[in-house]
Nanobody, 126 residues
Framework: QVQLVESGGGLVQAGGSRRLSCVAS????????MGWFRQAPGKEREFVAT????????YYADSVKGRFTISRDNAENTVYLQMNSLKPEDTAVYYC???????????????????WGQGTQVTVSS
């Protein structure tokens, strides 16, 4: 099993920045891609960003491309999401997820991820 714990959420003004962290513990050697998702009230959970096991490849949702950056430190078993130029529509609970299956394509669907954190709230005020 793998446990994921997110941190770094909070209240931020529009145009500001925030960095989220996700620390993995347990059988972390079984993890391949990792991703960030978010869920706003009344909406489905949506893909934000994903990163390959090596950290050499990343993929972003169009809505955050150019503003958010995903990175990982395998030595620390940590994945980060740097969020810049935040907008009120970025307000959501942000979840970290881990995929234990090696895939030749990106894992963009929540159903493809095996492990999830508890989520951290990010609120962007206008």
């Amino acid at each position: 099993q793998v446990q994921l714990v997110e941190s770094g959420g909070g209240l931020v003004q529009a145009g500001g920045s925030r960095r989220l962290s996700c620390v993995a513990s347990g059988r972390t050697f079984t993890i391949y891609n990792m991703g960030w998702f978010r869920q706003a009230p009344g909406k489905e959970r949506e893909f934000v960003a994903t990163i390959s096991w090596s950290g050499g490849s990343t993929y972003y949702a169009d809505s955050v491309k150019g503003r958010f950056t995903i990175s990982r430190d395998n030595a620390e078993n940590t994945v980060y999401l740097q969020m810049n130029s935040l907008k009120p529509e970025d307000t959501a609970v942000y979840y970290c997820a881990a995929d234990r299956v090696y895939r030749s394509s990106w894992s963009l669907l929540p159903s493809l991820y095996n492990y999830w954190g508890q989520g951290t709230q990010v609120t962007v005020s206008s």
